[in-house]
Structures are given as structure tokens and as C-alpha cells.
């Protein structure tokens, strides 16, 4: 059941509540690129979720960390890191693709190919990555595939997208689960050509979890951190950017100098209003942080059993590096 809360006191200064409760929780606040501009700017460490499973994993000094971002990163946290309380805005924050490979799905999968090595994206349940062998971001996907001993043949999912990238990149056949991210698939290679037509200096730039189609129009696709290096370092000044809306936030403040521009941009229909925006991110708010913070809740919990065996392909990713 959600949690229930009482009112907030619209006359409360948020961020100082919210910087408050912090010291006296010993509080570490995580939050995703994809959050809104207050969260991702209140936050102790910012981050994709690879560095983020990372500074979850790392957090020795907190008692408490505060995950702004969806259920599965929340869950990573407190399997990574099992003594801390581990709280979350909102616990109804989903995730498209956690929700397309519930773990009984895959373990019936897993039943018809034995032989096969099972390497599930970071955007799944706990209970679904007690099921894998390894687990990849969209950082270090290509790094985990190729550790993957040659001839053995994989299972990927949940997402189609990154898998099929991926087999391009890495040129290793894998069997794909049918996922996809309800943000980046409604993107439009159409709408995208004619944007780029529009904009003949401007470099489109698009996350792995894309279209193929998409995909093929990009002058550069990376994970979301390195989507934000891109801008930062290339000799360009223009940039479309196909990913989620929220890291345009962080991109203005580490290349103030740069154009972005938002897929979709000027092609939006009634039916595509925030299109680009995700909102199980978009759930979080100020108001549920302060909340969280002050009542510890939502909290996460798990069986040890399904931690322990969770952690494994968890461990092994970041065992890689």
C-alpha cells in the first residue's frame, strides 16, 4: 500500500527542511540525471546508475540514503548496501521496463535456453536480477557483454534497444527480451531528419535505449553520463539531444556555452506533450522528499534470501570496473 502522509505546511522553506533533516538523519541524497532541476541540484551525489549503484554501495558515513530516482535504483541501493535505511519519495515511482520482465517471466525464459548466459540491464526488479548472471548500465554494457566467455551464448533484456545496440557493437548474437523504455521509444526518426535539416549545424546526440531507425541518424549514442561528456567536450556548440528532458538541466549548468535542443522540439502534437519526460521520474517531488526525510518512509525492504542472491550479478558488474 502507498504510504499516506499528512499535509505539508505550505508555508515551510523546502530546502531548508529538507537540509535539516539531512544532518539529523545523517542523510545521503542520490538522485538520477532524469529527476527535476530542484532534486538533481539539492542532491549529494548526481548521477546515471552506474555511479549512483556506486555512491549507494560507498555511503559508510550515512545512516540513511535517500534514493530520488525509481523503485529498481532504490532497490539496488539497499541490496548493495543492506545495513542502511534506504527510503525513496515516492514509492509508486516506477519503471516501463522493470515492469515488462517481472522474474517469474524470466526465470520460464531461462528454462528454455539452459545453456545460456543471462546478462539483464540494471532496469529490472530485484527479483528479476536474482535471476541473472551479470548485470550492465547503458555505461558499461559493451564492457559486460564482452566479458561474457566467446561461444557462450546470452540472454539479454529487458531491453530490445540496448540489446540490439549492443549486438552491433560487440558483434555477439543474443537473444533479445521484447522491452523497450516507454520514453525513448517514442521518439520519431521523422521528426528527428527534419529537426536535423532544420539545424544542419547541430550534432544529434541519442541514448542506446533508442530505435534503431533513431539510432541511425545519431553523430554520437552513449549512456546518459556519457551523453553529458559528450556535450562537454566536443569542438561543437549544437546539440540535439535524444534522451530524457532532465539532463538538459545538467548539461546547461557543465556547458553553459552549448545549444540544446529537445527531441521532440517543434514538432510536438497535442498527443506528445512532454513526450521525452518520464514520468515515474517525474513522480518525486520536493514535498515527498521533505516527507521522506521526516518519516523515514517509504522505506525499502527485502528478504535476505532475495538480497543475497540479487547482489551476485550486481557484485560481478562491479567487480568489472
Known amino acids: 500500500m502507498p504510504t499516506v502522509h499528512p499535509p505539508v505546511d505550505p508555508r ?16 545521503v541524497i542520490l538522485a538520477h540525471y532524469y529527476q527535476d532541476p530542484d532534486i538533481q541540484d539539492l542532491a549529494d551525489h548526481l548521477g546515471d546508475s552506474l555511479e549512483l549503484a556506486k555512491r549507494a554501495r560507498d555511503a559508510k558515513d550515512a545512516e540513511v540514503i535517500l534514493f530520488c530516482g525509481v523503485h529498481f535504483m532504490a532497490e539496488t541501493a539497499k541490496i548493495v548496501n543492506p545495513s542502511k535505511v534506504v527510503i ?19 526465470r520460464a525464459w531461462k528454462q528454455k535456453h539452459p545453456e545460456h548466459h543471462v546478462v539483464m540491464y540494471i532496469n529490472c526488479s530485484a527479483a528479476t536480477k536474482a535471476e541473472s548472471d551479470i ?3 547503458s555505461s558499461n554494457a559493451e564492457r559486460v557483454i564482452r566479458s561474457v566467455p566467446a561461444g557462450k551464448p546470452i540472454l539479454f533484456g529487458p531491453d530490445k534497444n540496448l540489446g540490439a545496440f549492443l549486438i552491433k557493437k560487440t558483434g555477439r548474437q543474443m537473444d533479445l527480451w521484447p522491452g523497450a523504455c516507454m520514453v525513448h521509444e517514442t521518439f520519431s526518426s521523422q521528426k528527428i531528419a527534419a529537426l536535423k535539416a532544420r539545424n544542419p549545424d ?7 535505449e533508442c530505435e534503431e531507425h533513431v539510432l541511425q541518424l545519431a553523430d554520437f549514442v552513449g549512456s546518459t553520463s556519457k551523453l553529458l561528456e559528450f556535450v562537454q567536450k566536443d569542438a561543437g556548440k549544437r546539440y540535439i539531444v ?19 535542443i529537445e527531441v521532440p522540439y517543434e514538432d510536438r502534437t497535442a498527443a506528445c506533450q512532454g513526450c521525452n519526460a518520464c514520468p515515474h521520474m517525474k513522480r518525486n517531488t520536493l514535498e515527498k522528499i521533505y516527507l521522506a526525510l521526516r518519516d523515514l518512509q517509504p522505506r525499502i525492504e527485502m528478504a535476505e534470501e532475495l538480497r543475497k542472491r540479487a547482489l551476485l550479478p550486481l557484485e560481478r558488474m562491479l567487480a568489472l570496473g
Not at 547541430?202 to 542506446?208: D, E, G, S, T, V
Not at 535524444?242 to 540544446?260: D, V
Open 202 to 208: 547541430a550534432k544529434f546526440i541519442a541514448h542506446p
Open 12 to 27: 515551510l522553506d523546502l530546502f531548508a527542511e529538507i537540509d535539516r533533516l539531512r544532518r539529523e538523519r545523517k542523510a
Open 242 to 260: 535524444g534522451t530524457e528532458t532532465g539532463i538538459l538541466h545538467t548539461m546547461k549548468k557543465h556547458a553553459p556555452h552549448k545549444e540544446l
Open 135 to 137: 548485470i550492465c548500465t
Open 88 to 106: 525513496i519519495p515516492d514509492l509508486e515511482a516506477g519503471c516501463s521496463l522493470a515492469e515488462q520482465c517481472p522474474a517469474d517471466r524470466l
